[in-house]
């Protein structure tokens, strides 16, 4: 990802954090040159000095095979904002786009069916809806076990994390000022979620 200095997460943790906020992603590989994509949830998980994403394909799903010993990426991003160049001190500007993304880069391997699949599912369950676990838990056993055996669990231990906060860290005091201020009004979550970010970086 194309990331000036400017742009860049200060560091991993706040990265992770975003992971971890917004974290319905696109995983991406590629079939013989052709790129694939799926759309998931994931826990983002710290283990000692690695990062670990974890999830889970629909067994059904081509790309639950495609990852198995291949590089993938992993795109986490949410709010985004068009910013008018309405915003700036001179006429002779044009509109641009403010964002956050991380784009997670590393191996995938599939978790056995069984034990490491029901573990996973119960961390997931707990961690989008704590109070579905007890309802899931009190399921048939047969019910659960047909429910795991159509998905293919997985962890990617990441060795590359890009972060990129287009914020216009580039414009003036002023300029930022205003962008914040348009920003914060509208009806529009994802641009009042905008403005809050840049607002933490004053």
Not at 25 to 47: K, N, S, Y
Not at 96 to 105: E, K, S
């Amino acid at each position: 990802m194309y990331i000036p200095a400017f742009n860049k997460f200060p560091d991993q943790q706040e990265a992770v954090s975003f992971m971890q906020r917004y974290s319905f992603a696109t995983i991406i590989t590629a079939d013989h040159d052709v790129p694939v994509a799926t759309h998931l949830p994931f826990l983002i998980e710290q283990h000692d000095d690695k990062l670990v994403l974890l999830s889970h394909f629909a067994k059904a799903n081509p790309q639950a095979l495609a990852i198995i010993n291949k590089p993938v990426l992993v795109i986490f991003t949410e709010p985004h904002a068009y910013v008018s160049p309405s915003n700036y001190e001179k006429e002779t500007n044009v509109p641009t786009w403010n964002y956050l993304a991380v784009h997670a880069y590393g191996k995938a391997s599939l978790l056995a069916e069984g034990n490491e699949t029901a573990e996973l599912l119960a961390k997931m369950i707990n961690n989008y809806e704590a109070g579905y676990l007890q309802q899931w838990d009190n399921l048939p056993d047969d019910y659960k076990q047909k429910m795991m055996k159509g998905i293919v669990a997985f962890e990617i231990v990441v060795d590359d994390l890009q972060g990129k906060q287009k914020l216009s860290q580039n414009r003036s005091v002023l300029e930022r000022e205003n962008i914040i201020n348009t920003l914060s009004k509208s009806e529009d979550s994802a641009e009042s979620e905008i403005a809050k970010y840049m607002s933490k970086l004053k």
